[in-house]
């Protein structure tokens, strides 16, 4: 992690955006703490690369660095699968909302036949890029809001900490009923949000995420795994 000053020109020159270089100036590899057979470029600090992202890459229209940090819901997801290979072993999966890409390379890691990362962040796909080539596996990203048409093919999807708003939340829990109905298996990964509805969804796992009150409200979450009957 940088001191929170971007010095490198490829970034500071918002003609010349490298997300790449971003990505690599401001984390470093880590392992996050309940998926440590993963690595991913991480942030150490919540405050200096939100500040960063705003004041530096804000007048482009860049969303909050969310694929810096490894949020408890998708956590939570990559553990239930790595434990679990049968779930996903053979399998195309389609990751929702990826941020990092930890859910999507835990996937592949356990044995999935493909996995698809999505995201409307375009920092993700450098993200994903990158995190894929540390654990040794390809991700296809897809830079595109999958809610504004029917949920692709795919047979199984995932979801982690997509309940931050209650329209989005609302929003995106018909367009994974949808998905359900089309014969995609969905499992969702989620520390109890505020908006997040539990109601008719099937509890598979529940796990103790070590996080940080930088962000979220406990160090340790208790947070879920369920799936769409």
Known sequence: MSSGRITDPRITDPRIIDPKAFILANTRLQRPPHAPELQLWLADEVTPIWRMTEEELGELGLPPP???FAWAGGQALARYLLDHPERVAGRTVLDFAT???????AAL?????S????????FCA???ALNGEANGV????????????PPPPADLITAGDI????????????WLVAARAQGSEVLVGDPGRTYFDAAGLVPLAEYRVETTRELEDLEIKRTGVWALP
């Open 163 to 174: 309940a931050y708003e209650a329209p989005l939340a609302a929003r995106v829990r018909a």
């Open 138 to 149: 390809s991700v296809r990203f897809l830079a595109e809001d999958l809610l504004d048409r």
């Open 115 to 122: 996995a698809a990362a999505c995201d409307i962040d375009p």
């Open 66 to 68: 969310f694929w810096a």
């Open 99 to 105: 941020g990092s890409g930890l859910v999507a390379i």
């Open 109 to 113: 890691r356990a044995g999935a036949a």
């Open 126 to 128: 450098a993200a994903v």
